[in-house]
T-cell receptor, first 111, second 119 residues
């Protein structure tokens, strides 16, 4: 079955530091890949997505590239801000209408 | 319309009681999903509706769980004879239906969730 493995947290960074959160997946076929973010007290929000190999999703300074050869979709940001503090979830969608999520990574950015 | 809403936001109940949660999707969305999120885990799929039809149910959805979407608009999730293991955040999401090669890929918009605590 489908599964997503993402970097264990929590991750604590200083403002303007570089961020990487690793995500790898196992899936049949050709899944689409997503990063969702959950800010404190709020619902999950789609951050970015990629639908095929070598696609790069980007939004709000975050980027992730769909790497089929390594089955990965690592999230990166060059300079994090305090407002980026949240829980980040990697997820995949295959052909059965449901999203399969990783366990989430808590990011805390200190000023 | 400001998004997906869920009610209540928090529910504390005693073991053995029944509870019901409500989800109001974005008005033009014909797909509605329920997920469950336990502490330290990502959301896990429970069930999915297209309009009023329940098209898929996870094996996580035991006989004590039932979901309805009677008029293809709001949905309810009922848990009968609650157990402590049912304590979790219950998330609802909605989306439009895609077409062609992107069927099912349309973004799922999530509500804030209902946090259930079973004592």
């Amino acid at each position: 079955g489908n599964s997503v493995t993402q970097m264990e947290g929590p991750v604590t960074l200083s403002e303007e530091a570089f961020l990487t959160i690793n995500c790898t997946y196992t899936a049949t076929g050709y899944p689409s890949l997503f990063w969702y973010v959950q800010y404190p007290g709020e619902g999950l929000q789609l951050l970015l997505k990629a639908t095929k190999a070598d696609d790069k999703g980007s939004n709000k300074g975050f980027e992730a590239t769909y790497r089929k050869e390594t089955t990965s979709f690592h999230l990166e940001k060059g300079s994090v801000q305090v407002s980026d503090s949240a829980v980040y979830f990697c997820a995949l969608w295959s052909s059965n209408y449901k999203l399969t999520f990783g366990k989430g990574t808590l990011l805390t950015v200190n000023p | 319309d400001t998004g997906v809403s869920q009610d209540p936001r928090h529910k504390i109940t005693k073991r053995g009681q029944n509870v019901t949660f409500r989800c109001d999707p974005i008005s033009e969305h014909n797909r509605l999903y329920w997920y469950r999120q336990t502490l330290g885990q990502g959301p896990e799929f429970l069930t999915y509706f297209q309009n009023e039809a329940q098209l898929e149910k996870s094996r996580l959805l035991s006989d004590r769980f039932s979901a309805e979407r009677p008029k293809g608009s709001f949905s309810t999730l009922e848990i009968q004879r609650t157990e402590q293991g049912d304590s979790a955040m219950y998330l609802c999401a909605s989306s439009t239906a895609g077409g062609g090669g992107t069927v099912g890929l349309n973004e799922q918009f999530f509500g804030p969730g209902t946090r259930l605590t079973v004592l």
